[in-house]
């Protein structure tokens, strides 16, 4: 098949000759070395494309784990996360698809935890087998244009819990649970409402606030989730969409200094792969972007765009 089609692995000074060619490209989550990481896996894709070939995409766990580690629920989420990344990068996400799992019956694919891959954990991973028929398998997107806030609730429940919320009848009910514990929404949910869903269904107690300075915001959000270990909620554009702050990254421990100073801000978008057309691209799953980037989309929200009687400033949902 591969004298026909093309090569495994295609090495640099292969000759196609025009021959219609294909070539499968290995890129690891976790554990990857310089060559196997995205931008290792991106040079090769350039190689390919410059030659005029085909190419796949086969994406393993980590060397000597081919799928996240049977029954780990959270792993395979993050896992997830990071292939949707990889679809949507301008670059690899011109594959002829997505390859997951390889041999999984070979104890050499699951060597790094020694625990089986069994056929239902591997349908699980690559079909979602077992789960909510509902279910798409994205864990970031939301179902309509309107369900920002059902499916930053969904988010945050993944990230704390270690089982899975995605499904459309789910987040619709999250979403009309947010509308109906809203006020002067226009109909829709806000921050209010979902403040108070993620305290009803078991997350831990938030509230809404609202400061004024844009460093100060980001501090109180990075400080609380250091605190609380969950998620911060973002309220973007201006009071219209809802994101969700995962993680972040700085110079100096919130939990033990004032004095620490943000470098990157993790962030998920319910709207992604799609974006805006005024606000511009959704950033990849978890992606880690700086201050002064946040800052194009995470602005303040001021009376005369949006009322809920509270003053002008920079809206977060906040655990406490």
Same mark, same amino acid.
């Given at each position: 098949?591969?004298?026909?089609?093309?090569?495994?692995?295609?090495? +640099?000074?292969?000759?196609?000759?025009?021959?219609?060619?294909?070539?499968?490209?290995?890129?690891?989550?976790?554990?990857?070395?310089?060559?196997?990481?995205?931008?290792?896996?991106? &040079?090769?894709?350039?190689?390919?494309?410059?030659?005029?070939?085909?190419?796949?995409?086969?994406?393993?766990?980590?060397?000597?784990?081919?799928?996240?580690?049977?029954?780990?629920?959270?792993?395979?989420?993050?896992?997830?996360?990071?292939?949707?990344?990889?679809?949507? !990068?301008?670059?690899?996400?011109?594959?002829?698809? %997505?390859?997951?799992?390889?041999?999984?019956? %070979?104890?050499?694919?699951?060597?790094?935890?020694?625990?089986?891959?069994?056929?239902?954990?591997?349908?699980?991973?690559?079909?979602?087998?077992?789960?909510?028929?509902? !279910?798409?398998?994205?864990?970031?997107?939301?179902?309509?244009?309107?369900?920002?806030?059902?499916?930053?609730?969904?988010?945050?429940?993944?990230?704390?819990? !270690? !089982?899975?919320?995605?499904?459309?009848?789910?987040? @619709?009910?999250?979403?009309?649970?947010?509308?109906? @514990?809203?006020?002067?929404?226009?109909?829709?949910?806000?921050?209010?409402?979902? &403040?108070?869903?993620?305290?009803?269904?078991?997350?831990?107690?938030?509230?809404?606030?609202?400061?004024?300075?844009?460093?100060?915001?980001?501090?109180?959000? &990075?400080?609380?989730?250091?605190? /609380?270990?969950?998620? =911060?909620? %973002? =309220?973007?554009?201006?009071?219209?969409?809802?994101?969700?702050?995962?993680?972040?990254?700085? @110079?100096?421990?919130?939990?033990?200094?004032?004095?620490?100073?943000?470098?990157?801000?993790?962030?998920?978008?319910?709207?992604? +792969?799609?974006?805006?057309? %005024?606000?511009?691209?959704?950033?990849? +799953?978890?992606?880690? =972007?700086?201050?002064?980037?946040?800052? /194009?989309?995470?602005?303040?929200?001021?009376?005369?765009?949006?009322?809920?009687?509270?003053?002008?400033?920079?809206?977060?949902?906040?655990?406490?």
């Amino acid at each position: 098949m591969l004298e026909k089609i093309g090569s495994h692995w295609m090495h +640099p000074d292969r000759l196609l000759h025009g021959r219609r060619s294909a070539s499968i490209e290995l890129l690891y989550f976790r554990g990857a070395g310089a060559a196997f990481d995205m931008n290792g896996a991106r &040079a090769r894709v350039r190689m390919a494309l410059d030659k005029g070939c085909d190419f796949w995409l086969r994406i393993d766990y980590q060397p000597g784990q081919t799928l996240p580690p049977t029954g780990h629920e959270s792993a395979l989420g993050e896992f997830r996360q990071w292939a949707a990344s990889v679809a949507a !990068d301008p670059v690899l996400g011109r594959s002829r698809g %997505l390859i997951c799992g390889n041999e999984t019956n %070979l104890s050499a694919e699951w060597r790094e935890t020694n625990i089986p891959l069994t056929p239902e954990w591997v349908a699980r991973c690559v079909y979602g087998f077992g789960t909510d028929t509902d !279910d798409t398998g994205n864990l970031l997107a939301q179902h309509t244009f309107e369900w920002c806030v059902g499916a930053s609730v969904q988010m945050a429940w993944n990230l704390v819990r !270690d !089982d899975r919320r995605g499904s459309f009848r789910d987040q @619709r009910r999250l979403w009309e649970m947010a509308r109906d @514990r809203s006020t002067n929404a226009f109909g829709g949910a806000n921050p209010f409402g979902w &403040a108070s869903v993620l305290t009803e269904i078991g997350l831990g107690e938030y509230e809404v606030v609202s400061i004024p300075n844009y460093e100060r915001a980001l501090r109180r959000a &990075a400080s609380a989730l250091r605190e /609380t270990n969950r998620p =911060v909620g %973002l =309220v973007m554009w201006r009071g219209r969409h809802a994101w969700v702050m995962s993680g972040f990254e700085s @110079r100096g421990d919130p939990a033990r200094t004032r004095d620490f100073t943000l470098t990157g801000i993790r962030v998920l978008d319910p709207l992604f +792969p799609h974006g805006s057309s %005024l606000w511009g691209p959704s950033p990849p +799953p978890n992606a880690l =972007v700086t201050p002064k980037e946040l800052a /194009t989309d995470f602005v303040i929200r001021d009376r005369r765009n949006w009322s809920m009687n509270v003053r002008p400033g920079y809206l977060l949902v906040l655990p406490t």
